[in-house]
């Protein structure tokens, strides 16, 4: 089955930039998807078909993908952004979601 | 405005059985793939089943394949979990979430607790 790596934990200073990667077999020909989680609440998606942004997400919010990594970036971040976030990609091979196992930000 | 809404979570007894339902509101519910994702305490997020829009095709998660069905009532809007023979690695938040296309799951309900203990 495919599997989605990502880093347990990021740290970054307000007002800098944080970068969450996402790691899979040959991700770049795939479709990523990002969701952030804040402490008691249900994720919200964030980054949708690998970089573009739901209505009402802040344009800081962006995603790359290609090769063997998918990145969700973090420009500016607030102390706000604080929340788990997560990777996720329809395997087509299985007809399986599959998330990563997400990444803790924490804004210093 | 989209709603999804999570009912019948609870304090069941391992082997025993529960239904989930997700009432669905400010969409066509018949015109969007239906999914259930779980979270266990503490750790990340678990997708286990997916019902597509015309109700034929039906995915699952090998973790619940043959222990959990899903299911629609597109007259009600209502998304189903039943979940037979639960164990206490079931104790989870269980979410529905709506799928926007390519696997994109754009609106989340709030979640509904789980908890499988004798």
């Known amino acids: 089955s495919y599997v989605l790596t990502q880093p347990p934990s990021v740290s970054v200073a307000p007002g800098q930039t944080a970068r969450i990667a996402c790691g899979g077999n040959?991700?770049?020909?795939?479709?990523v998807h990002w969701y952030q989680q804040k402490p008691g609440q249900a994720p919200v998606l964030v980054v949708y078909?690998?970089?573009d942004r739901p209505s009402g997400i802040p344009e800081r919010f962006s995603g790359s993908n290609s090769g063997n990594t998918a990145t969700l970036t973090i420009s500016r971040v607030e102390a706000g952004d604080e929340a788990d976030f997560y990777c996720q990609v329809w395997d087509s091979s299985t007809d399986h979601q599959v998330f990563g196992g997400g990444t803790k930000l924490t804004v210093l | 405005q989209v709603q999804l809404v999570e009912s019948g979570g609870g304090v069941v007894q391992p082997g025993r059985s529960l239904r989930l339902a997700c009432a669905a509101s400010g969409f066509t519910f018949s015109d969007n793939g239906m999914h259930w994702v779980r979270q266990a305490p503490g750790k990340g997020l678990e997708w286990l089943a997916v019902l597509w829009s015309e109700g034929s095709n039906i995915f699952y998660a090998d973790s619940v394949k043959g222990r959990f069905t899903i299911s629609r009532d597109n007259s009600k809007n209502t998304l189903y979990l039943q979940m037979n023979s639960l164990r206490a690695e079931d104790t989870a938040v269980y979410y529905c979430?709506?799928?926007?296309?390519?696997?994109?799951?754009?609106?989340w309900g709030q979640g509904t607790l789980v908890t499988v203990s004798s």
């Open positions: 979430a709506r799928e926007y296309g390519s696997g994109t799951l754009d609106y």
């Open positions: 040959n991700i770049g020909s795939k479709t």
């Open positions: 078909d690998d970089s």
